[in-house]
């Protein structure tokens, strides 16, 4: 060890104690988290350049720079420096060669570098809520990245290059200004999660070869349909889409025999296909906020598996007597609608149910049927003012009872599903 080395760690452990860092040698661990921290000495990279140090966590701190010794600690696999005041990451990051996970969420970061590409061994990459304006083409020679996180950025444009990373499993581009989802996007075969909701897309690209596809999530954005090719994604679990402009839901839909979750909410869809009644495997239909006025299938009593099923703020004058079948319903809300006669043979049978909402019909129900005794889990009812009373006296051990509720798509029982 030369002198120059011995004086640099002995600079270095000083700054520990100040900071009260406990560090035991050797190490492969760095947890560095104090808000009074506004730098890393240069001495950090020196003192490990020749060490084993596997793992770097500086998180929470006042960080406006790397320092760029940091880059010569090769043995470096996870880096992560969330939560500072960072606005570049230098080009020497790529020096970094062993680095498997790269984590700079909430910071100012305008950029990512061009020498990323070269940074082959990366599996995950999140950098969300920072200021990005773009991605570098070079991302795409990341073939082993499994994970890419930008969320929360300004990023306006996606390379074609992005359709590379043959090893991509999730992206997440919520929360930007993207209008366009690059063709190349379909070749992520091995996608399983794709999240871009939140941007300025109008449509979806072609996406029937992405076989491994699970979820996707498109939601606020202007897109006014569904691509046919949809419909090929045999493995896909979840379509959430609400907060568009889609006025009819693709043929081919029918065809996803293991789709879980289809939330449409806040859409322009007029009628509901006869073919919904195919999607069996659903839990949770959110269809709220569009403009529905037709009859509602009488195949949607085919989802027999259906925990959730919102209609609320939509112009139906009727429901099929067949949604008695899904005696699974836990949530049911037909609220802010044209019904004239309470569905008293409906509710009847749905024993299971637990949150319930007909508020605000156009046209008020003139009676309310003691049918409550029965449900006898049922524990939060939403209902007009008028009728408060009335279904009190029915059960009187309600634990709500009321007008208002949350948009409950949303937060309730997704994640019993």
Not at 12 to 18: D, H, M
Not at 207 to 234: A, H, Q, R
Not at 242 to 253: A, E, G, R, V
Request: hydrophobic share 40%; with cysteine; aromatic share 8%.
């Amino acid at each position: 060890m030369s002198k120059i080395y011995v004086s640099e760690e002995e600079k270095l452990l000083e700054w520990f104690y100040r900071y009260e860092i406990i560090i035991k040698m050797p190490m492969e661990e760095l947890i560095l988290s104090h808000k009074k921290i506004v730098k890393i000495p240069d001495e950090l990279g020196y003192c490990f350049a020749d060490r084993f140090l596997f793992s770097l966590d500086v998180e929470n701190c006042k960080l406006k720079s790397l320092p760029e010794s940091l880059f010569k600690i090769k043995s470096l696999k996870y880096l992560w420096f969330l939560d500072n005041e960072i606005s570049i990451i230098p080009e020497a990051i790529s020096e970094l060669e062993s680095l498997q996970i790269l984590c700079a969420d909430k910071n100012e970061i305008t950029e990512i570098p061009e020498s990323v590409g070269n940074m082959t061994s990366l599996i995950q990459i999140t950098i969300s809520e920072n200021k990005l304006t773009h991605i570098p083409s070079s991302i795409g020679e990341l073939t082993n990245l499994e994970l890419l996180s930008l969320h929360t950025n300004k990023i306006v444009e996606i390379p074609d290059t992005i359709g590379n990373m043959s090893s991509l499993r999730d992206i997440y581009l919520g929360d930007n200004g993207i209008s366009i989802l690059p063709n190349s996007i379909s070749n992520l075969t091995s996608l399983e999660n794709l999240s871009c909701d939140t941007n300025n897309l109008t449509k979806i690209p072609d996406i029937g070869n992405m076989s491994s596809l699970k979820e996707i999530n498109v939601s606020k954005n202007e897109i006014g349909f569904l691509p046919e090719s949809i419909g090929d994604l045999t493995s896909l679990k979840e379509i959430i889409c609400f907060n568009n402009k889609i006025t009819q839901l693709p043929n081919s839909l029918s065809k996803l025999s293991s789709l879980i979750q289809l939330a449409i909410s806040e859409n322009l869809l007029t009628q509901l296909p006869s073919f919904i009644g195919d999607l069996t495997a659903l839990k949770l239909l959110s269809l709220s906020d569009n403009n529905l006025s037709g009859d509602i299938p009488a195949s949607i009593g085919n989802m027999s598996l259906l925990k959730t099923l919102n209609f609320d703020k939509n112009n139906i004058k009727s429901l099929p007597e067949t949604i008695g079948n899904i005696t699974s319903l836990v949530g049911f809300d037909f609220g802010y609608n044209d019904l004239s006669v309470f569905p008293k043979d409906i509710l009847s049978k749905l024993t299971s149910i637990t949150l319930l909402s007909f508020r605000n019909n156009k046209t008020k129900f003139t009676s309310i049927p003691n049918i409550f005794q029965n449900l006898n889990s049922l524990d939060e009812i939403f209902c007009d003012d008028d009728h408060i009373s009335t279904i009190i006296s029915f059960k009187p051990n309600v634990l709500y009872i009321g007008r208002e509720h949350d948009d409950y798509y949303d937060v309730k029982y997704v994640e019993d599903i």
